[in-house]
């Protein structure tokens, strides 16, 4: 968080007078104004954050372009993600890295790795998190370097994404559990690395599906996961995306986490925006995991809707009859 940053500026940390900066996956809680404005450049592959930044009129891309003269890694709380893109962050930086994280999101263990391998400044601890910040050749973290990998059953995921290591038993649940008959044109909010999107495929009658993914390397897996030519990939978020042509069905197994805490209120506005998307004759299909409670958001955007299946984890909603929220 900016905090940290103020505050290791004030112990030593020192942006070098010329060159650029990089700022790596910065959430919009992270306050620009201790940065240098002209001279900064934000790597964030995640739509909504990428587009609050761009908003604020800072230079925005989703991967490293050119070198910079320092950088500020804001850590992902996956352990694979984070190293990733500390040694993405060096790859491409000329003098020191800060690496700038919560405690509850790993930078403790982070720091130790970091320090068993380079030296590195003493940590300035605030609210909650710790800031830290050496100078290293990328070949001394040569392990963390990013590769996309390719599981046993084809399927190629990024490091640290959602079910990286394999498909969610949630959406393998609902997969099955789609009819046959599911529509010609399909929105599958929040597409992830594609499977569903594959699963659907295999009916012939599909004659297109949309994948809506937010997160950039994620959805480059899905485009190589999903090579049928009905598949359209749109990096998008998923609350406002709007459809060239409207899907007669949307699918969707819905992000429920911020960070590390369950957060309905993200899976409420992808139901919002299954409303808005479908014309009256219209149906979602989701699965939840069943503790969550999305039930009075879908009495607010659906006429009709009910549980189909399910098991003690998971539950397998089908909506029709969207009634709100239409633009
Ligand atoms: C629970 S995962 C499901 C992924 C995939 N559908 C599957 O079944 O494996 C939710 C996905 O939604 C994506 N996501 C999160 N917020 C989003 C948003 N606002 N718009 C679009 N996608 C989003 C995440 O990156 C993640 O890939």
Request: contains cysteine; negative net charge.
């Given at each position: 968080m900016s905090v940290r940053l103020t505050l290791a500026v004030a112990a030593g940390f020192?942006?070098?007078d010329t060159g650029r900066i990089g700022l790596f996956g910065p959430t919009p809680d992270f306050a620009l104004t201790i940065l240098p404005a002209s001279r900064v450049e934000i790597i964030q592959g995640f739509k909504p954050y990428h587009d609050h930044f761009s908003g604020l009129g800072a230079a925005a891309s989703v991967r490293p372009d050119g070198r910079f003269a320092a950088s500020v890694v804001c850590l992902p709380r996956a352990r694979p993600a984070a190293q990733a893109m500390i040694w993405q962050a060096l790859?491409?930086?000329?003098?020191?890295?800060?690496?700038?994280?919560?405690?509850?999101?790993g930078i403790d263990s982070v720091l130790k790795a970091v320090r068993s391998r380079v030296p590195v400044?003493?940590?300035i601890s605030k609210a909650h998190g710790k800031l830290f910040w050496f100078t290293a050749s990328p070949d001394d973290f040569?392990?963390?370097?990013?590769?996309?990998?390719?599981?046993?059953?084809?399927?190629?995921?990024?490091?640290?994404?959602?079910?990286?290591?394999?498909?969610d038993p949630a959406s393998v649940l609902l997969a099955e559990s789609l009819p046959e008959k599911i529509g010609k044109r399909i929105a599958d909010l929040g597409a992830g690395w594609g499977y569903l999107a594959a699963r659907i495929l295999e009916r012939s009658a599909v004659q297109s599906i949309d994948l809506i993914e937010a997160d950039h390397t994620v959805l480059k897996c899905a485009r190589l996961n999903v090579t049928d030519p009905r598949a359209r990939f749109h990096w998008a978020d998923a609350c406002n995306w709007r459809a060239a042509d409207s899907p007669d069905t949307v699918v969707m197994n819905p992000p429920f986490h911020t960070g590390r805490s369950a957060d309905p209120s993200?899976?409420?506005?992808?139901?919002a925006s299954a409303a808005r998307l479908l014309p009256s004759h219209g149906t979602l299909w989701m699965?939840?995991?069943?503790?969550l409670p999305y039930e009075?958001?879908?009495?607010?955007?659906?006429?009709?809707?009910?549980?189909?299946t399910g098991d003690a984890r998971f539950k397998i909603i089908r909506a029709s009859g969207p009634t709100r929220n239409r633009r």
């Open positions: 020192d942006f070098p790859s491409v930086t000329d003098g020191p890295v800060a690496v700038d994280g919560l405690k509850s999101g400044s003493a940590p040569a392990d963390w370097k990013a590769e996309l990998t390719r599981l046993d059953d084809g399927f190629v995921t990024a490091p640290g994404c959602f079910s990286a290591d394999g498909p993200l899976g409420r506005d992808f139901i699965v939840a995991n069943r503790h009075t958001a879908l009495s607010a955007h659906f006429r009709d809707w009910s549980e189909t």
